[in-house]
């Protein structure tokens, strides 16, 4: 039970605001908290509930969206013209463009009638609207009965995921629940692969490679980045994004570049059912995602344009089987074995690659922590950064997760299996 007699200027919430359902009573408490009263730790208990209630009233939007348009089709026999009145409705009561009304109330829909449990989920609270459009977006391709599949396989985590690490899981979701239909898809995009080049506003141009076979695209990133440190000197002045930029020109215009690098790293994760042609799960390329598994098989067996690190799991656990890289000169076999258990950084929500982040020592090495893969963690350079500069801590678990402790005191716990 919540008690509306402790107010908020005492520095106290009420008890179990962290678990109250989005609602009514729960607005009328958090309308009465003054945050300036609250402790940094309560802060962020409020801030969450807010989220909840946000996440609630964004469903009951969508919910209003969806019965203007089912009350149009039933004074409409055209779905066609009921679709356009109730877009017209919306687009004028909300000030939207054409084109916002238009999309939004395809949302709405498809919340409604072909993901109602992600709807749920969003008027409960468990999820905010960027989550549920993550769902909706990365499922569309999908028949109605498959998309459904998929959501009941994702929903009860996206409550822990970051929007980029369920946009992936989806993904891989989406190929596993048809890997046919994943392979003609990706056949037809690279069909259509292109380059585009567009002028800004500001007088300057952007340059863009559109359905490019990823294993490929991900080599080149890598590649233009590793020439882009080579040249990041005590004396150089240009930030690394300008120094990737030039060294992109530089390559596609041909001009000699004092940059130097060598060939390209690029990981895979693949079963081992997959790899064997048993199976075609999807495969996973470090920073880039999921792939279709001819995809993570073309990647195993090209040795002669870059170092091909290689992680062998069992489909099953996800548990690591082997791992290995195809030339003569691998890393050290701690930091490949860390890479492997842990491909990405393991801050809450990050999903920089292993391979680009920093090797953290758990327990300070100054303070007597060994180095060993047991003390050892991928953190990428901000995260890195976050945890020596602002206090936060983590440990290990038993199971592989990270459990960390932020500056104001909340725990968060990290899985230890990548989405």
């Avoid at 107010?7 to 945050?35: K, N, Q, T, Y």
């Avoid at 348009?69 to 919306?90: N, T």
Wanted: glycine share 6%.
């Amino acid at each position: 039970m919540f008690d509306s007699r402790v107010r908020s200027h005492s520095g106290v919430i009420p008890a179990g605001l962290d678990e109250m359902e989005p609602g009514p009573a729960l607005a009328a408490f958090l309308s009465a908290i003054d945050l300036d009263g609250l402790s940094g730790y309560h802060r962020v208990i409020v801030l969450r509930a807010q989220q909840r209630m946000a996440s609630h009233f964004n469903a009951q939007v969508y919910e209003a969206m969806a019965s203007i348009s089912d009350h149009m089709s039933e004074l409409d026999d055209d779905p066609e013209l009921a679709d356009e009145a109730a877009a017209a409705e919306i687009r004028v009561a909300l000030c939207l463009t054409r084109r916002a009304a238009d999309t939004e109330l395809a949302l709405a829909v498809d919340l409604k009638q072909r993901l109602p449990a992600v709807c749920e989920a969003l008027g409960s609270g468990d999820i905010d609207l960027r989550r549920a459009k993550t769902i909706a977006h990365g499922t569309a391709h999908l028949s109605e009965g498959a998309a459904r599949a998929v959501v009941d396989r994702i929903i009860d985590d996206a409550v822990r995921l970051t929007t980029g690490q369920l946009k992936a899981r989806v993904a891989k979701l989406c190929i596993e629940a048809d890997p046919d239909e994943a392979q003609q898809r990706y056949e037809d995009a690279v069909e259509g692969r292109r380059v585009v080049c567009q002028p800004t506003e500001s007088g300057t141009a952007n340059l863009f490679a559109y359905d490019l076979a990823p294993d490929r695209a991900v080599a080149i990133t890598r590649r233009i980045g590793a020439l882009a440190r080579s040249l990041k000197t005590a004396s150089e002045p240009r930030t690394m994004d300008q120094l990737r930029a030039d060294v992109f020109v530089d390559l596609l215009e041909g001009t000699p570049t004092r940059a130097s690098a060598g060939r390209a790293v690029v990981d895979i994760h693949v079963d081992l059912e997959t790899l064997a042609r048993l199976a075609d799960h999807p495969g996973e390329l470090a920073g880039y995602g999921p792939v279709i598994a001819d995809i993570a098989r073309q990647v195993t067996q090209q040795q002669d344009s870059a170092e091909w690190r290689y992680t062998v799991t069992d489909p099953d656990s996800g548990q690591l089987l082997h791992n290995g890289t195809t030339r003569r000169r691998p890393t050290a076999s701690q930091r490949r074995h860390v890479q492997a258990r842990n491909r990405t950084c393991v801050f809450p929500g990050c999903r920089m690659p292993a391979v680009e982040s920093d090797l953290d020592h758990r327990a300070a090495w100054a303070e007597g922590g060994p180095t060993t893969v047991d003390n050892l963690g991928p953190l990428c350079r901000h995260d890195h950064t976050i945890k020596h500069r602002d206090g936060w801590t983590y440990r290990r678990l038993p199971n592989g997760d990270h459990q960390w402790t932020t500056k104001l005191g909340h725990t968060y716990t990290t899985t230890g299996k990548p989405p």
